[in-house]
C-alpha cells in the first residue's frame, strides 16, 4: 500500500486546481512501476504558506516559484533502485507541471520500510501478506 504525502507551497484557487491533476498523475507513476493490482495507493496534501518554508536560510514568498516536498512510502524491496529513479522522476515532473513553476529545491523522497512496521485497518502488511507496495 503506497502511502504519499505531498507537502507544497503555492497559491492555488481551489483544491480542484491541484488535488486531482497530483493525485492522477502521482497514482499513475506509482502503478508504472509497480503494476495493477498492489494495495491502493493513499495520498495526503498538505499546503502550507510559505513564510512556512524555506531554501538556504531564506524564507520563500509566494512571489517566487512554488516548492514540494513529497515522500512515498512502500514496503521494502517493492521497487529496485532503477523504479525508485524513474518514480522520482516522474512525480518530480508532475509536480512541475501542476505547481509550475516549481523551486528546483522541492524534493522527492522513497521511504521503503519492513513490512511489519506499518499497515492500514490496524493490520501490519506483513499479516495481510501484501508485500508489493
Excluded at 493513499?42 to 516548492?67: C, H, K, M, Y
Amino acid at each position: 500500500m503506497p502511502y504519499v504525502r505531498v507537502g507544497f507551497s503555492k497559491p492555488v484557487l481551489s483544491p480542484g486546481d491541484f488535488a486531482l491533476p497530483l493525485s492522477e498523475g502521482i497514482t499513475d507513476a506509482i502503478d508504472d512501476v509497480l503494476g495493477e493490482g498492489h494495495e491502493p495507493t493513499v495520498i495526503q496534501f498538505n499546503r502550507t504558506d510559505p513564510f512556512f518554508w524555506s531554501v538556504n536560510g531564506q524564507e520563500v514568498s509566494e512571489a517566487l516559484p512554488g516548492i514540494a516536498a513529497v515522500e512515498v512510502f512502500i514496503v521494502k524491496g517493492a521497487m529496485d533502485s532503477k523504479q525508485i529513479e524513474s518514480t522520482i522522476s516522474k512525480i518530480y515532473e508532475i509536480l512541475n507541471r501542476v505547481l509550475s513553476p516549481l523551486h528546483e529545491e522541492s524534493y522527492v523522497l522513497v521511504h521503503e520500510l519492513p513490512d511489519n512496521s506499518w499497515g492500514y485497518g490496524g493490520m501490519p502488511l506483513s499479516r495481510r501478506g501484501d508485500t508489493g507496495g
